[in-house]
């Protein structure tokens, strides 16, 4: 249950298979890049604890979280990978904008989901200040990027 004194990446570390062999894309967006960078270093780190070698896990950036969805189901197409990684971090602002991009992300990974060819990994923050992002990113919450990766690590 996800508390406010409750690490959000604790795990059963034998409960998780290893990706020896297996290649990961993890895309990232740059906005919120101090966050967004700290989560992809956490699935970075967690990968290569699970023997993926260096060579497969490809790092892709795009500008905002918005673009996830087409840098995955790019992946998808050109069969690049077992699984990807997506990376973003919304931010609440003053107007509805949140709203659209977190409606917008969310439904276009599950659309790629529901395709059912690769698993797609929805490794996006969505919070109402930097404080909690920054919490959920290696912060007293834990590393949404580990929980990312141990998800994608179970998910093949
Ligand atoms: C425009 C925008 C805003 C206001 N806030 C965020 C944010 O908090 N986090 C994020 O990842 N991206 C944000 N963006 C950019 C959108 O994701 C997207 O890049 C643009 O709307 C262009 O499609």
Redesign the pocket.
Known sequence: MATALHNLSEYDAAAVPSGKGRRFVIVV????AQV?NAMAEGAIKTLKQYDVADDNIIIKH??????LTFAAAKCIRNNECDAVICL????Q?E?R??DF?CEG?ANGLSALNAEGKIPVIFGVLTTDNLQQALERSGGKLGNKGIEAAVTALKMI
Request: with cysteine; net charge negative.
């Open positions: 967006a740059e906005w919120n967004t795009v500008p905002g979280t918005f673009e973003g971090c919304v931010i602002g107007t904008h949140f991009i992300v």
